[in-house]
Structure formats: C-alpha cells, structure tokens
C-alpha cells in the first residue's frame, strides 16, 4: 500500500493545532491547580477568621465582663457599699479604668469610716454635753436630742418625733415664751418647786434644703448662786475696807477733839477736825450712794434722740473725737446711755490714754443693730481682768470701786443690748456697746446725768 503523502502545509497545521492542544491541556491544568490553591487559601482564610472571631469575641467577653464588674461596683457605691473590688490582670486602657474603680472605693470607704468615727465622735459628746439641745423642723417635729435634753423636758424618755407643744406643754409660761420667741433669752422660772435660772437660744439653719431649728436651754442656777456668793464676798470686802478707811479716821478725829476741848489754848484746831470729820462723812455718803444707784437703776425710758446733736452735748462733757454717727436718729434711754458713755469716756482718761486718741463711733450694723464703741490708747487690761470687769465691785485701779463698767452694763442689758471689751492691737482697749434695733420710742424727758462713776 502506497504511503499518502500530506502535504507540508497540512503537516505545519496539524503541529501547530497539537501543539496548541497541548498548550490549551497545560493551562486548563494550571488553571485547575490554581483552583485547587485558591480554595485552600479560602479554607485557611475561613479558618483563620473563624478563629479570630472567636479570639475577638472570647476578648470582648472579658473586657465586658470587666466593664459589667465595674458598672455593678458603681452601683454599689451609689448604695454605699465600697468593699466590692474588680479583680484583673490588664495593662491597657481598661485595667487602667479598673484600678481607678478600686482607688475610689478604697478612698470612699476610707471617708466613710473617718466620718462615722467623727459621728460617733460628735454623737458621744452631745450625749454628754450639760446643755440640754432639740433639733427639730420647722413645723416643730423633733429629729435629734441628747441626753440632757431628755432629763430636762421627759425625765430621761426619747424626744425623737415628739412636737415642740407637746414638749413645752408643761413648762412655765416665761420658759414658752422664750424659747418660742426666736430670741436668746435669759429667765427665770419654777420647775419642780425650785428656781431656776435658764439661758435660753435658739438657731435656724438648712439641712437639706430643709429649715431646721436648734434650741439650746442650759442652767445657770449653780454658776450664778456662785458668782452670787463671790460677788457678796467682794461687796461685803469693799465695803468694809471703805468704812473702815472712813470711820477709822471719824474714831479717831472725835478722840482728838475731845481732847482739844480740855486744852483752851488748842481749841482752834477745833475746826480742821471738823473739816476732816465732814470730808470723811461726805466719801462715805457717796460712796454708798453710788452702790444704791447700781441697785436702783431704773428702766430705760427710750425716745427718738438724733446721733450728733447728742454726741456734741456729750463732748462738752468729756473730750473725744468722733469717728462717725448715723444719719438715721436712735431710739434709746438719752440719760442712761449719755452716762454709759461718760464712764466709759473717763474709765479711758484714767487708764492713761492721750485725749486726742480717745475715739466714739456709731454705727448701724446689717442686722440693724447700732454697735456704739469707745477706743482709746491706753495702759489696757489684762486676761484676767477682761473677763472680770464687768462684775460688780472689781475695779484694777488701787481706789476704784468697780461700779462704772458694771453699771454700764447693767444699762446696755437694760436696753436689750449687751457690753463687750476686748484689747486693741497696739494698746488700750475698745468696748463695744450693741443696741438693739429701734423699737416705738416713748418720750422721756432727759434729766442731767451724774459724773461717771469708777
């Protein structure tokens, strides 16, 4: 059989077309190959997120749980329960967070501790305290007492809820008024079939928002009957020394005189004993004058009196300068408070103080008060003669009788006002005067006061 001859080109053709078909097999199996690697690149990728998404979430659990830890401490301190803690093992934002949750717990519960300690501190000394204190509201329900308190309205019982009325309805009518009156107070009242002296104060102030009010009633029966008792022994003193002093001398001069009467030619000196037995007489009789003014004191008759006119009237009487008055007349007792001022005026010019630094002030306070104040650059006064000197019959002056600043506070609390001294920075001494505010002036006439009185 004769071979069949192809011809070249067909030949050509048919190695171009296999080996095209050769080339065409080799990349479908490329293909398939990078199929196979891209699906296992898919699986891997599936996996690896699979497990990310598990590491996140297994992560973001914790931190939530943290973040949960935290918010239920701070619910609890909002309950005031600080001992939860948040345990962890974070170096990063949130551990930070965490550790700043403890911080504060462990401080909150730190002050709370402190505090309870000052409470039971503060609770255990009103317990104690002699002054009897209620704490109650406005509408006069009491929320606090202690323990004298409960002794002196309910013979030891609790006070807490129980109405002010309900305390006060069987206490006498003076102690009522008192405490009821929105005024510090001084009285005295029968209880239990004694008399009592009672210092009676009350204070407003807020509590959440809320007006509360603290009434304060505490006895002065024993302290008194003591400063009584001193204050006798002082008179009783004084008074002997200065009779003594006077009738001495009187003994003595009738003595001498009786013995001029038997030598004629000595007669003459009859009439310096005289003298002296007058002069002796007259001291004694001022003397006890100026105690029996101290006792007879009477109340103060106020009127409208304008500030100036009055001071320049009370400057021919005594030198000073003047700082300042009010505009605004006053409304007081113009003879008792012009001798207030003149004792006061001269207890300076006896202590020493040049004239031109003896200063009166009148002002009118914010509360409407008229604060009346005396300066002067004097020798001043020790501690324990500011807390003394305004007792009866304690003078620091070698003749003085200690009646001028006792008396000057026997006006000033006649008034409703009180005295205070207290030493200047510098030397010399002010003493402060406060009046109450202007009440309904009755007219008075104004008689001439006496010299101060030492």
């Known amino acids: 059989m004769s071979a069949i001859r192809v011809p070249l080109r067909v030949r050509h053709a048919l190695v171009v077309a296999l080996s095209s078909a050769a080339a065409s097999a080799g990349s479908l199996a490329a293909a398939r190959a990078q199929v196979s690697l891209a699906g296992c690149a898919l699986v891997a990728l599936g996996l690896t997120l699979a497990a990310g998404a598990l590491a996140s979430r297994l992560l973001l659990g914790r931190a939530l749980g943290l973040l949960r830890a935290v918010a239920g401490g701070l619910a609890s301190f909002a309950e005031s329960d600080y001992t939860l803690r948040v345990r962890h093992d974070r170096r990063d934002e949130l551990g930070d967070l965490v550790e700043r949750h403890n911080r504060l717990g462990d401080a909150l519960r730190a ?65 009522r008024a008192a405490i009821t009156s929105g005024r510090d107070a001084l009285v005295s009242v029968e209880r239990r079939g004694e008399i009592e002296t009672l210092y009676v104060a009350r204070r407003v102030f807020r509590l959440n928002t809320q007006a509360h009010v603290l009434v304060s009633v505490r006895s002065l029966t024993r302290e008194i009957a003591r400063k009584e008792a001193e204050l006798y022994r002082n008179a009783i003193r004084m008074i002997s020394h200065e009779l003594n002093n006077s009738l001495a001398p009187i003994s003595s001069l ?36 100026a105690y029996a003014d101290l006792a007879r004191l009477p109340p ?32 007081f007792d ?33 509360t409407g ?38 008396l000057c506070h026997e006006i000033a609390t006649a008034h409703g006002g009180a005295l205070a001294l207290r030493r200047r920075e510098g030397g010399g001494v002010e003493v402060e005067c406060r009046l109450p505010p202007a009440a309904t002036p009755t007219p008075a006439a104004t008689p001439t006061p006496d010299a101060g009185v030492t």
């Open 111 to 175: 002050q709370r501790d402190d505090l309870y300690q000052k409470e039971l501190l503060l609770e255990t000394a009103l317990d104690a305290a002699p002054v009897a204190m209620v704490l109650h509201t406005e509408a006069g329900r009491v929320v606090l007492d202690n323990g004298a308190a409960r002794a002196f309205f309910a013979a030891g019982e609790r006070l807490g809820g129980r109405t002010l009325d309900d305390l006060l309805a069987g206490e006498p009518e003076e102690l």
């Open 334 to 366: 113009p003879a008792q408070i012009q001798q207030l001022l003149l004792n006061l005026l001269k207890n300076a010019a006896e202590a020493g103080s040049p004239p031109d630094q003896i200063e009166v002030a009148v002002r009118r306070l914010p």
């Open 300 to 331: 103060p008759a106020p009127e409208r009196v304008a500030w100036r006119p009055f001071l320049e009237r009370l400057r021919g009487l005594a030198p000073f300068a003047l700082r300042e008055a009010p505009v605004e007349p006053g409304c």
């Open 254 to 289: 009738i003595h001498s005189g009786r013995l001029l009467l038997d030598r004629p030619e000595h007669r003459e000196r009859l009439g310096v004993v005289f003298d002296t037995i007058e002069e002796r007489s007259a001291h004694l009789v001022r003397f006890l004058g």
């Open 369 to 406: 008060e008229i604060a009346l104040t005396v300066t002067d650059r004097g020798c001043g006064l020790p501690d324990e003669a500011l807390g003394k000197a305004l007792l009866p019959f304690y003078s620091t002056k070698q003749q003085g009788r200690g009646l001028g600043l006792a």
